[in-house]
């Protein structure tokens, strides 16, 4: 009997990718065919041109949903790749409510660590809005770093009732 050839997971294949207009800008969500991998401001410059998975067509209609004001959860497949501690600050993110903020201190203390290995942890999160690391302000109240801009973030808390204008 002859034997099969082994087949070897593709490594590093294009993601599938969708891009939705935001009141912030262009926003970019990929998609591993099953779960959300990343949703960013930067345009990944790869992607799949084939049909979207049921999971990134559902993750464009929530992010929709949430940029008109009528979603304010999201439930997702999402896959976050990052040491232990990095999850559990991204775990403790996803439990921050909408309408609301913690401060770097507070999700240090929550998920164990330092404020600034919290604030690090936010800064490479590559699922932002849907793992909130916008709702983390200083503990003097004032806004400080955000991947995606810190007028975004603004513009984010302002879209949450967190910050009035």
Excluded at 25 to 47: A, C, M, Q, Y
Excluded at 54 to 71: C, N, P, S, T, W
Excluded at 118 to 143: F, K, Q, T, Y
Aim: with cysteine.
């Amino acid at each position: 009997m002859a034997s099969r050839p082994t087949i070897q997971p593709e490594l590093f294949k294009p993601q599938y990718l969708a891009a939705l207009d935001t009141p912030v800008g262009k926003l970019w969500v990929e998609s591993d065919g099953e779960r959300i991998t990343r949703v960013t401001f930067d345009n990944p410059g790869r992607g799949r041109n084939t049909r979207p998975p049921k999971a990134l067509k559902e993750a464009v209609a929530q992010l929709k949903a949430y940029f008109a004001g009528r979603r304010k959860k999201f439930d997702l497949p999402l896959y976050l790749v990052g040491s232990p501690y990095r999850k559990s600050i991204w775990a403790r993110l996803g439990k921050v409510p909408y309408g609301k903020a913690i401060t770097y201190e507070e999700l240090a203390a929550d998920a164990g660590g330092a404020a600034h290995t919290a604030g690090a942890a936010c800064a490479i999160n590559p699922l932002l809005i849907l793992v909130p690391c916008h709702r983390v302000i200083a503990s003097d109240g004032l806004l400080s770093g955000y991947a995606g801009g810190l007028w975004r973030k603004k513009w984010l808390l302002e879209h949450e009732g967190v910050l009035r204008d």
